[in-house]
């Protein structure tokens, strides 16, 4: 005869595939998460204006070639010298009331050229700067 009581097996909550569970929705939602690094910098976008003139006189256009050439107002600048910029904008600047600059640069000039278009710029008084670009859309590379 058994006299024993019959023990019963106390119920038991295995936590191993609830921490499983828990950590691939973590990597789920880690690796799914998009991080804006957007907010870091605060950026005034131009935006376009299909109503502009063609009229601009007080524009000077500095273009810089891949090679590190300036070209301003389609007359070609001898030296590549930040005084001899300074100089030669501020002769394009002399008959214009409020002018601004807009440089285009190659897609391969160097970084260093288009600082010292703009640090000739500051260096003239020409406060008023702009870039040139175009748009990616149906682009060939060739230009228009």
Request: aromatic residues 6%.
């Amino acid at each position: 005869m058994n006299f024993r009581r019959p023990t019963t097996d106390e119920p038991e909550i295995n936590l191993i595939p609830f921490i499983d569970v828990l950590l691939v929705v973590l990597i789920f939602l880690m690796l799914s998460t998009t991080y804006s690094k957007f907010t870091e910098l605060q950026v005034n976008l131009p935006v376009a204006n299909a109503e502009a003139t063609k009229d601009r006189p007080a524009e000077i256009i500095v273009s810089v070639s891949a090679e590190g050439r300036y070209v301003i107002d389609r007359q070609a600048v001898e030296g590549r010298s930040v005084d001899t910029l300074a100089a030669a904008l501020r002769t394009a600047a002399a008959d214009r009331k409020d002018p601004f600059i807009i440089i285009s640069a190659d897609a391969t000039a160097a970084h260093q050229s288009v600082i010292n278009v703009l640090d000739a710029a500051r260096r003239a008084g020409l406060a008023r700067v702009t870039f040139a670009a175009r748009s990616g859309q149906g682009d060939s590379g060739n230009a228009p």
